[in-house]
């Protein structure tokens, strides 16, 4: 396996990427080939990455990339979360992959982590480019937002947060005061928070997975409104003809996003709950992400078979 930086074209800004290649590797032939999708976040150094790396060991091309205002890709303000440029990265990467000689453009999937998955489902939807998506730990980031981690709450919960961000893009319009970022995950771990965010904490916030441009911070006044009326899973009951993969642990509070994907998606889907395992054992834990990536690999494997 082998890897490269690559820049990639989407309009006005580029996105930062890494292609990771199999060890066979001839730029004579062509591949199958898979977009990977970092959580929300993250950066294409992480999970990301690290999946990248065993599915190119797989036999596939792949790309991990920084999403649009985040790590080192383009666009501004940087630290925006936004869930349609989120989408849009992913379409903007397979017109990448279209484009490489070694490249089948017949033969794409998608894979996506944690909110990764859900905005890999919402690009795989509206682009028929894509033969097949899969998900690991997947999270429709507005439905987490409205309900909470573990999707007990009522959309309306999130009336309060949406009031904060208003007040805040208000000051900073009328008094060009510095934008204010917030975490994606907390930074002091109290018994209050679900195991899965302090897992989290763990993950991004300690020499475990620690990397410098994921600075766990998003700008409050411009992400939360692109955030909380966003749902990645619109619609999947008529738009999501592709095959899906949807991968989860049983002992994770995000579980709930992979159930209602397998139940509302109407084609060629399978659901597969790993017992024992939480959310974060799917980011770098030795042997789920090994299942996982085996998974995906057997699924893409078939779904995206040469015609």
């Given at each position: 396996m082998a890897t490269q930086s690559v820049k990639i074209a989407k309009g006005t800004i580029e996105l930062a990427g890494n292609l990771f290649t199999p060890d066979d590797f001839d730029a004579n032939s062509t591949y199958p080939a898979l977009v990977v999708v970092h959580p929300?976040?993250?950066v294409k150094e992480q999970t990301a990455g690290l999946y990248a790396a065993k599915l190119a060991?797989?036999?596939f091309?792949?790309?991990a990339y920084d999403a649009s205002f985040q790590g080192e890709s383009g666009g501004e303000p940087h630290f925006l979360e936004d869930p349609a440029a989120r989408v849009s990265d992913v379409n903007a990467v397979v017109d990448f992959l279209q484009t490489q000689s070694f490249v089948d453009p017949e033969r794409i999937g998608v894979w996506g982590v944690c909110a990764g998955g859900g905005y890999a489902v919402a690009a795989t939807k509206v682009d028929a480019r894509i033969k097949a998506v899969g998900t690991v730990s997947a999270v429709n980031i507005g439905s987490a937002w409205r309900k909470g981690w573990d999707g007990n709450g009522r959309d309306a919960d999130v009336l309060p947060t949406r009031d904060a961000a208003s007040a805040q893009r208000q000051v900073e319009v009328t008094t060009k005061a510095e934008p204010f970022t917030v975490g994606y995950v907390p930074t002091e771990v109290t018994p209050e928070v679900p195991r899965d965010l302090a897992e989290a904490s763990d993950y991004y916030l300690t020499p475990r997975?620690?990397?410098?441009?994921?600075?766990n911070k998003y700008l409050l006044g411009?992400?939360?409104?692109?955030i909380i009326g966003f749902d990645a899973f619109a619609l999947v009951e008529?738009?999501?003809t592709q095959p899906v993969l949807a991968i989860a642990g049983s002992e994770a509070g995000s579980l709930w996003h992979s159930t209602e994907l397998y139940t509302r998606a109407k084609g060629d889907k399978k659901l597969l709950v790993v017992d024992g395992y939480a959310h974060m054992d799917f980011y770098d834990g030795p042997e789920a992400t090994t299942l996982a990536a085996a998974?995906?690999?057997k699924f893409f494997n078939e779904k995206l078979a040469a015609k």
């Amino acid at each position: 396996m082998a890897t490269q930086s690559v820049k990639i074209a989407k309009g006005t800004i580029e996105l930062a990427g890494n292609l990771f290649t199999p060890d066979d590797f001839d730029a004579n032939s062509t591949y199958p080939a898979l977009v990977v999708v970092h959580p929300g976040g993250g950066v294409k150094e992480q999970t990301a990455g690290l999946y990248a790396a065993k599915l190119a060991e797989a036999g596939f091309v792949t790309v991990a990339y920084d999403a649009s205002f985040q790590g080192e890709s383009g666009g501004e303000p940087h630290f925006l979360e936004d869930p349609a440029a989120r989408v849009s990265d992913v379409n903007a990467v397979v017109d990448f992959l279209q484009t490489q000689s070694f490249v089948d453009p017949e033969r794409i999937g998608v894979w996506g982590v944690c909110a990764g998955g859900g905005y890999a489902v919402a690009a795989t939807k509206v682009d028929a480019r894509i033969k097949a998506v899969g998900t690991v730990s997947a999270v429709n980031i507005g439905s987490a937002w409205r309900k909470g981690w573990d999707g007990n709450g009522r959309d309306a919960d999130v009336l309060p947060t949406r009031d904060a961000a208003s007040a805040q893009r208000q000051v900073e319009v009328t008094t060009k005061a510095e934008p204010f970022t917030v975490g994606y995950v907390p930074t002091e771990v109290t018994p209050e928070v679900p195991r899965d965010l302090a897992e989290a904490s763990d993950y991004y916030l300690t020499p475990r997975a620690q990397y410098p441009t994921a600075e766990n911070k998003y700008l409050l006044g411009l992400s939360i409104p692109a955030i909380i009326g966003f749902d990645a899973f619109a619609l999947v009951e008529d738009l999501l003809t592709q095959p899906v993969l949807a991968i989860a642990g049983s002992e994770a509070g995000s579980l709930w996003h992979s159930t209602e994907l397998y139940t509302r998606a109407k084609g060629d889907k399978k659901l597969l709950v790993v017992d024992g395992y939480a959310h974060m054992d799917f980011y770098d834990g030795p042997e789920a992400t090994t299942l996982a990536a085996a998974e995906a690999a057997k699924f893409f494997n078939e779904k995206l078979a040469a015609k």
